[in-house]
């Protein structure tokens, strides 16, 4: 069984909204930082957002004000709700979670030692 199950991606219309969540099995959910990162076709995995333990939030510059990231440790489930999409949003969306990962590293993917296998999210124009 995977240790992160990614769900709610799927296909959506530019300017609309999609909640991805992350499940997680087996662990206690209190002791991670989990995070979200992103991959478009022919590009770098890079980092979207990320909740700490005690709930604080990070995010990429250009999802600021757009995605919000939350996690609810009596479901072992964390959330990136999405709004105001558009085409560059277009990507496999990954949930990631460590038990090792300081604040100042939250962004860096080689920090996070469990991965879910990605939900696709598309954004048509």
């Known amino acids: 069984q995977a240790p992160l199950v990614e769900s709610g991606g799927g296909l959506v219309q530019a300017g609309g909204s999609l909640r991805l969540s992350c499940a997680a099995s087996?662990?206690?959910?209190?002791?991670?930082?989990v995070a979200w990162f992103r991959q478009a076709p022919g590009k770098e995995r890079e980092f979207v957002s990320a909740v700490t333990r005690s709930g604080a939030a990070y995010y990429k510059d250009s999802v600021k004000g757009r995605f919000s990231i939350s996690r609810d440790n009596a479901k072992n489930t964390a959330y990136l709700q999405m709004a105001s999409l558009n085409s560059e949003d277009t990507a496999v969306y990954y949930c990631a979670a460590s038990t090792r990962v300081i604040t100042s590293a939250v962004s860096r993917a080689d920090m996070y030692d469990y991965w879910g296998q990605g939900t696709q999210v598309t954004v048509s124009s």
């Open positions: 087996g662990r206690t959910p209190s002791r991670f930082v």
